[in-house]
């Protein structure tokens, strides 16, 4: 799994295309001949560039769903909706295309950051609305996410 780490903020020209940071290409630099999948994000207005090894494990799980399920059917439509399969250039760039734009509002000015395994693209002005949160609410979310998980040293 890779685990990618830093937040950066670039600029999108008016053809759609992004150069990719310094500080996060260096470290997909060993994925770059694999390619890349762009995909709207499930629960933001952003989208997620998915390292290719990345993305098969992902549809290894997807791939187990019934299709003849409605509700597993109408979940891969969704999440599969505008899926591009992209390549960084020899300069670096990024193209995204104008449906995928669209999709998370980006404007001239983006912010691209890491979120584990996966590399988060999105309007700066709305990525600043999402991360900037309450103290408290988010202490409260923390709790509820990673206080129930032990590691193997410690006590129940």
């Known amino acids: 799994m890779t685990n990618l780490i830093g937040t950066y903020e670039c600029t999108l020209d008016s053809k759609g295309r992004m150069l990719l ?28 560039l998915h390292p290719m090894v990345e993305w098969n494990q992902t549809m290894q799980k997807i791939n187990k769903l019934n299709r003849f399920v409605k509700k597993n059917n109408d979940f891969i439509r969704q999440f599969t909706a505008g899926l591009k399969n992209v390549e960084i250039d020899n300069s670096g760039r990024l193209q995204i295309s104008k ?10 000015n983006i912010v691209v950051a890491s979120a584990l395994n996966v590399i988060e693209i999105w ?3 709305l990525y600043e609305n999402a991360v900037n949160v309450n103290d408290k609410d988010f202490a409260d979310l923390a709790e509820e996410v990673m206080g129930n998980i032990l590691d193997n040293n410690e006590l129940s």
């Not at 470290?27 to 629960?43: E, N, T, W």
């Not at 449906?99 to 509002?105: N, P, S, V």
Request: positive net charge.
């Open 99 to 108: 449906d995928l734009i669209q999709f998370a509002k980006l404007e001239k």
């Open 123 to 125: 309007d700066k002005s």
């Open 21 to 48: 940071p310094s500080g996060i290409k260096r470290q997909i630099d060993s994925l770059l001949q694999d390619g890349f999948v762009l995909k709207r994000s499930v629960f933001q207005p952003c989208l997620e």
